[in-house]
């Protein structure tokens, strides 16, 4: 059985039925047959906002024929890295959850939470009940980094610390929080996030939806120094101003940051003037080198110039320290190590060097960047026979995992305008599934006594996180065990 109150599929009828969609389907042999649809029924595997978005514009664009979408997802909750990675304490961004959210309300998407394509639902399965999928899996893993001693106990990544501070179900409940001095390195917008969330005090995070158990933990940690290191200069990081401006702003911590590294050469100075951005950097910099600093009981130092070589063994196998070398600009924008060493005492270190994607069952895979191989989101493999890159029909991606993990939400919107395009002009070579009715994917998913959730599920999931919140004077608390999530969704609590 479903869960309880469960929503029926409104397929989205655009175009009157009888008038089908005709394409040209030629054949390996050289025949060219003619092929009429009437419907398109779409697999979305990735409820985050590249699977969101990809099915709101296919429900809107122009077309000949009807579009019935079941939109997949590992977790009991939809939207993603939006709900699961951006920080708690930006709730503009989390905001976009709201519009998120619209898309689904309106009713003609079907959702299907706590199923897992690759254990629960397979490709096979997939081709037995649908005409295509399109794959909006994103990057959950942390890229590695290779150094000696990133095995030692007290390194994380900070894909680990942000589904962590963010309540993801599927990482422990507790986190180690016992540096007093800590290195992030990594020059985006992740570190940022990072360090952000190691040095705010935890009081100041009350009113965000942070999970009672990350709160109090973050209210124990005894961090006073959070240091975070950069190869190149400070005109060549990847933060965005806003978010670089936010961590000034952050009460009783003082930011540290080095007169040596603001030396500019050329380059430098030629992107200062010639990029807003850097313009912007540059100023919040330059305003935090006069700031007056000693009074504050934690500091944020940005170490720019600052290649890490190695994290030092305590002696107990635990992190003792990051020996790094001092780099210097190579007059065309880059950097070239200097040959000095340095050494700083820390505890902790946390990796913010990227994300990365990873791999699906029987769906082609890069592993050099941890991308489906696609070209503009229709799926391609290398074909042994040829040489030749060819496309796999039927199969689609789209968001992270089809460019990789860079960029902002909003971006996942253009890509999954290109992905649609294609996957409604290549209607000729979508799949013909035996069972394209939309009950057999339920009674598959019950059969295989999958305890699926869904649209009405979230909204009491959704409803009883704001209660919770609401109680305590805060937005909302979210609820972390998968179990509880599943149960509170399916009104089995
Ligand atoms: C720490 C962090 C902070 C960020 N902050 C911001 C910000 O402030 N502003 C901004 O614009 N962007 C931000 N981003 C970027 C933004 O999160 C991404 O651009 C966006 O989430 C990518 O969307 P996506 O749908 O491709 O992937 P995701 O959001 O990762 O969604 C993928 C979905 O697929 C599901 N999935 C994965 N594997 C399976 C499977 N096998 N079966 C079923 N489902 C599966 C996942 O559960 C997930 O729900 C941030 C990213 C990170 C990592």
New binding site residues.
């Given amino acids: 059985m479903g869960p309880r109150g469960g929503r029926r599929a409104r397929a989205a009828a655009r175009r009157p039925r009888e008038e089908g969609a005709h394409a040209l389907r030629r054949h390996h042999r050289g025949e060219i047959e003619l092929v009429t649809r009437n419907k398109l029924r779409l697999a979305i595997?990735?409820?985050?906002?590249?699977?969101?978005?990809a099915a709101d514009i296919l429900l809107k664009a122009e077309r000949n024929f009807d579009v019935s979408i079941d939109l997949?997802?590992?977790?009991p909750?939809?939207?993603?890295?939006?709900?699961?990675?951006?920080?708690p304490d930006?709730p503009r961004?989390k905001g976009?959850i709201t519009a998120l959210r619209d898309v689904l309300d309106r009713g003609d998407i079907r959702i299907f939470g706590n199923?897992?394509?690759?254990?629960?639902?397979t490709l096979d399965d997939l081709k037995r009940h649908y005409n295509a999928v399109i794959?909006?899996?994103?990057?959950?893993k942390d890229a590695d980094l290779n150094i000696p001693g990133i095995e030692l106990e007290g390194s994380y990544g900070?894909?680990e610390f942000?589904s962590w501070f963010?309540g993801h179900p599927d990482v422990p409940r507790t986190w180690p929080l016992e540096a007093k001095e800590v290195a992030v390195i990594g020059n985006g917008?992740?570190a940022l996030?990072?360090s952000r969330m190691l040095a705010k005090h935890a009081e100041d995070l009350m009113v965000t939806e942070i999970p009672d158990n990350v709160a109090e933990i973050l209210k124990a940690s005894p961090v006073t120094d959070v240091h975070v290191f950069g190869r190149r200069g400070p005109t060549s990081v990847k933060f965005t101003p806003l978010?670089l401006r936010e961590l000034g702003e952050l009460r009783d911590v003082d930011m540290i940051v080095s007169d040596e590294d603001f030396d500019y050469d050329d380059a430098a100075r030629a992107a200062v003037s010639g990029n807003k951005q850097v313009f912007v950097i540059d100023k919040v910099l330059q305003q935090w080198r006069q700031r007056e600093v000693g009074q504050a009981s934690r500091r944020l130092h940005l170490h720019f110039f600052a290649k890490p070589l190695e994290i030092v063994d305590d002696g107990t196998g635990r992190v003792g320290a990051i020996r790094y070398e001092r780099t210097a600009p190579d007059g065309e924008g880059g950097v070239v190590g200097t040959g000095e060493i340095r050494e700083l005492p820390i505890q902790a270190i946390y990796r913010?060097v990227g994300?990365f994607g990873?791999p699906?069952p029987g769906v082609p895979f890069d592993t050099k960047f941890g991308v489906i191989p696609n070209h503009e989101g229709q799926v391609m493999v290398h074909d042994e026979e040829t040489g030749d890159a060819r496309q796999v029909y039927g199969v689609y991606c789209?968001?992270?995992?089809?460019r990789g993990?860079?960029?902002?939400?909003?971006?996942?919107k253009s890509?999954a305008m290109e992905t649609v395009r294609h996957l409604i002009n290549d209607l000729g070579n979508w799949w013909n599934p035996e069972s394209p009715d939309e009950e057999s994917i339920v009674e598959l998913l019950d059969e295989r006594g999958i305890r699926w959730t869904d649209l009405d599920g979230w909204h009491r999931l959704d409803e009883h996180e704001l209660a919770l919140g609401s109680a305590e004077g805060r937005a909302r608390i979210k609820v972390v065990p998968r179990d509880e999530m599943v149960d509170i969704s399916r009104g089995e609590a």
């Avoid at 199923?115 to 639902?121: K, N």
């Fill in positions: 595997v990735g409820a985050g906002p590249a699977g969101i978005y997949f997802d590992h977790l909750a939809p939207y993603g890295l939006v709900r699961y990675g951006v920080a930006h961004i976009i199923v897992r394509f690759g254990t629960d639902l794959f909006a899996t994103g990057a959950v900070a894909a942000v963010d917008n992740v996030d990072v978010e913010a994300y990873s699906l789209t968001g992270w995992i089809k993990p860079v960029g902002l939400i909003g971006h996942t890509d």
